[in-house]
Nanobody, 126 residues
Framework: EVKLAESGGGLVQPGESLTLSCTAS????????IGWFRQAPGKEREGVAC????????DYKDFVKDRFTISTDNAKNTVYLRMNSLKPEDTAVYYC???????????????????WGQGTQVTVSS
C-alpha cells in the first residue's frame, strides 16, 4: 500500500516562501507520477504540479508557473514543492498524490485514481 506523508505547511506572509515535503513508501514499481494538489475553502481540489519518476519531466498549472518548483530526492523517496512569492489566494490544504504508471495528464485529469496523503495547511496572510 502506498503511503504518503506530507510536512512543511504553515502560516506565512504574502511574498514569503515555503517548502512542502512528501515522503512516499510502500510502492513497488518505479514507474509513477508524484505531485501536489490543493483545495481552498469552498473550492474544488485542483492540481498544482507533478513530476514523472521515469524521466523527471514536470508539469505545472499556469497559476503557479515561475513561482513554484517541484523536485525529488530519489534516495529519500521524497518530493518537494518550493513555493515562492506566495499570495493570499495560495491559501489551501495541499495534498501529495501518487499514481502508478500514468501520464502527467492523467494524473491531473483523473485524480480519483491517485493515492493521497492527509494534506498540510498553507495559509498566506498578513
Amino acid at each position: 500500500e502506498v503511503k504518503l506523508a506530507e510536512s512543511g505547511g504553515g502560516l506565512v506572509q504574502p511574498g514569503e516562501s515555503l517548502t512542502l515535503s512528501c515522503t512516499a513508501s510502500g510502492f513497488t514499481f518505479n514507474d509513477y507520477v508524484i505531485g501536489w494538489f490543493r483545495q481552498a475553502p469552498g473550492k474544488e481540489r485542483e492540481g498544482v504540479a507533478c513530476i514523472s519518476k521515469s524521466d523527471g519531466s514536470t508539469d505545472y498549472k499556469d497559476f503557479v508557473k515561475d513561482r513554484f518548483t517541484i523536485s525529488t530526492d530519489n534516495a529519500k523517496n521524497t518530493v518537494y514543492l518550493r513555493m515562492n512569492s506566495l499570495k493570499p489566494e495560495d491559501t489551501a490544504v495541499y495534498y501529495c498524490a501518487f499514481a502508478y504508471g500514468r501520464s502527467r495528464v492523467l494524473f491531473f485529469a483523473t485524480p480519483e485514481s491517485n493515492h493521497w496523503g492527509q494534506g498540510t495547511q498553507v495559509t498566506v496572510s498578513s
